[in-house]
């Protein structure tokens, strides 16, 4: 029993003394818990860049856009016109365009403000045909009208609101912009009309309007930051345009 004793005090002092010579180890002081702490991204300052965008448009169209064009066609005697009535404009189209503003940040909150520019084309189409009947069921007479509203430019200012989630900042916005609008319109018939005095017009004007949405922005590597967002765009003119479109963006922050 004593022989076991001492080595028992023999061994519990070689450990010991093994552990008092061992390096202080990392594991011992619970670093791999501490590693595992987040840094928050820090977005204050200007930022700038580029931007692509994907989205529908719907315009309401007046259904007799074109009365004044089609008033001017005459047909052959013993004919007629049936002028068929139109509805609302639909597209599906693409563009693109950049944004820059500044950001200020509050520990987590971040509110800033931004200048946004798409370029592209926003086509918003409707078309019909209207056909007259001769007494046999034979198709006497064709008319076709149609419309075209493109919003070609559309640049806004913005008002956001973030909140800073790791390298993440999901933000709302909400802005008031300026437009270029074009609205082009064609009527055409067959036969062809005895006397016709104009048959096609486009004219562009400035629109205004406003937009809402959401997104994130994702700091990649140094202030290098990746975007994706929703915008609902409402542009109010003689012809009311709603545009809803994703976008993706790649930006950066000095």
């Not at 005459?74 to 404009?89: D, E, R």
């Amino acid at each position: 029993m004593r022989g076991f004793l001492l080595a028992a005090i023999m061994f519990g002092a070689v450990s010991g003394a093994q552990a008092a010579d061992m390096p202080d180890l990392p594991i011992l002081r619970g670093a791999f818990t501490d590693g595992l702490t987040t840094t928050r991204a820090y977005w204050q300052g200007v930022f700038v860049g580029g931007q692509a965008a994907y989205g529908s448009i719907t315009s309401k169209t007046a259904s007799t856009i074109n009365s004044d064009l089609q008033s001017t066609f005459v047909p052959s005697n013993g004919l007629s016109y049936n002028w068929p009535l139109l509805g609302q404009a639909h597209g599906v189209n693409s563009g693109y365009g950049g944004f820059a503003g500044y950001n200020s940040q509050w520990d987590d909150v971040v509110v800033g403000i931004e200048g946004n520019y798409l370029h592209g084309g926003l086509r918003a189409l409707t078309s019909a045909t209207g056909v007259t009947y001769a007494p046999d069921f034979s198709i006497a007479t064709t008319a076709t009208s149609s419309a075209l509203i493109n919003l070609t430019d559309f640049g806004s200012a913005r008002l956001r609101a973030g909140y800073v989630i790791g390298c993440f900042l999901p933000y709302l916005y909400g802005g008031v912009g300026v437009g270029s609008q074009t609205v082009d319109r064609n009527v055409s018939a067959s036969p062809p009309p005895v006397f016709e005095l104009q048959s096609s017009d486009s004219k562009t004007k400035l629109v205004y309007g406003y937009s809402l949405g959401a997104g994130v922005d994702v700091m990649l590597v140094a202030s290098l930051f990746l975007r994706a967002e929703y915008e609902y765009l409402r542009v109010t003119s003689t012809i009311e345009s709603n545009v809803n479109s994703a976008r993706v963006g790649l930006g950066y922050k000095f």
